[in-house]
């Protein structure tokens, strides 16, 4: 239930922040997240995050099958490990028709995806403090503060 909380704060990053240095990016909003505040590089490696987050999402699985894009089919083994390593790509790639084995088989540590996601957060705000992110919500921060920021009133004045 952990990653699914740490896979809304991603979507929440995507979706309201970009890198001054590029263009509009991949509407996706978790890949965009990932590709732009973290240490992942493989397009792989986030297709299989983001694959992990719709079969989390949608039914709890452990498969993620997409017919339109087969590059988001996989079948997963998740861990708690001390490792380091968030994403292990299979040997082979697994489709719908393929029987769960250890060779097409991703194996995702979400104790190093949670560590990841925490990093990203730093590294997202050493970015916004070094100028070099902007609110990517067309109603700018005006938008990010109405549909983000909690106001708590306590009923004295």
């Known amino acids: 239930m952990g990653a699914i909380g740490y896979f809304s704060v991603l979507n929440q990053i995507g979706n309201c922040f970009k890198l001054k240095s ?8 978790i890949k ?4 732009y505040f973290s240490d992942l590089n493989d397009d792989k490696e986030i297709n ?8 989390f ?40 028709r393929s029987p769960k084995a250890p060779e097409n088989t991703t194996r995702i540590n979400l104790r190093a ?5 925490e990093k990203l957060i730093n590294n997202l705000r050493k970015l916004a403090k070094d100028d070099k992110v902007e609110i990517a919500l067309k109603g700018g921060i005006d938008e990010f503060k109405d549909r ?7 009923g004295k004045k």
Not at 22 to 29: F, L, Q, R
Not at 48 to 55: E, I, K, V
Not at 68 to 95: A, H, M, S
Request: aromatic share 16%; hydrophobic share 35%; glycine share 6%.
């Open 148 to 154: 983000y920021f909690f106001i708590v009133y306590s």
């Open 32 to 35: 965009k997240a990932l590709k």
């Open 113 to 117: 995806f949670g560590d990841m996601v």
């Open 22 to 29: 590029e263009g509009k990016g991949d509407s996706n909003k």
């Open 57 to 96: 999402a949608h039914d709890y699985s452990l498969q993620n099958i997409n017919k339109k894009c087969p590059e988001l089919n996989f079948c997963f083994e998740v861990y708690d490990g001390i490792d380091g390593r968030v994403v292990t790509l299979p040997q082979v790639d697994w489709n719908d």
């Open 48 to 55: 299989a995050l983001y694959a992990l987050r719709n079969s």
